[in-house]
């Protein structure tokens, strides 16, 4: 049995977790054959700013393999979506633009790229009650071994340290064993 270790994601970890997010890219499962043009694409909303901008907050898991799961939080979800838009999307409208055509001819990808120029954020009401949110995603081979549990204990840890009162998270509704986890 492989050794598991979940500590403080570092900057040399962006690569990886990008990884991590393309292989759970199709609702927890591996989205690679979907991404082939633009395997990034995802990472660059769900990864990307939270080791930016809340590297206090990202945590990852690695085995002898390497990282194979992360999960993230954001202490004030409007505070973390006020600077992404002001530092982080405008680089990506620039370097990836608003997709045209009928949109249900579009690449996940360029579906995603749409995305980039007009992001939904999601903050629950009241939403003094859950101010925090997170991201969490893991390999298959990390899972169902309580590693999921482990990080987001960790994480909301670390929010609760930071005065946060509450934490919310969204989950696809075509992702049963997240559900289930959940």
Not at 4 to 32: I, M, N, S, W
Not at 35 to 46: E, H, K, M, Q, S
């Amino acid at each position: 049995m492989s050794a598991f270790t979940v500590r403080t994601a570092r900057p040399a970890d962006q690569a990886p977790a990008y990884h991590v997010c393309l292989k759970t890219a199709d609702h927890g499962r591996d989205g690679e054959p979907f991404y082939r043009d633009d395997p990034d694409a995802l990472a660059r909303i769900y990864v990307g700013p939270y080791l930016a901008f809340e590297p206090e907050l990202a945590i990852v898991l690695e085995d002898e393999q390497g990282v194979c799961g992360y999960a993230f939080g954001a202490l004030d979800s409007r505070a973390f979506y006020a600077r992404y838009e002001k530092e982080w999307r405008p680089r990506l409208c620039a370097e990836f633009p608003m997709p045209t055509g009928d949109p249900s001819s579009w690449t996940r990808a360029e579906n995603v790229h749409s995305w980039y120029h007009q992001p939904e954020y999601f903050c629950p009401e009241p939403y003094e009650a859950h101010p925090s949110h997170m991201h969490i995603d893991l390999l298959e081979r990390a899972q169902g071994r309580g590693h999921g549990r482990r990080m987001m204990e960790e994480v909301m840890t670390r929010l609760r340290e930071r005065a946060s009162p509450g934490v919310h998270l969204g989950v696809s509704v075509l992702n049963a064993p997240a559900l289930g986890f959940y």
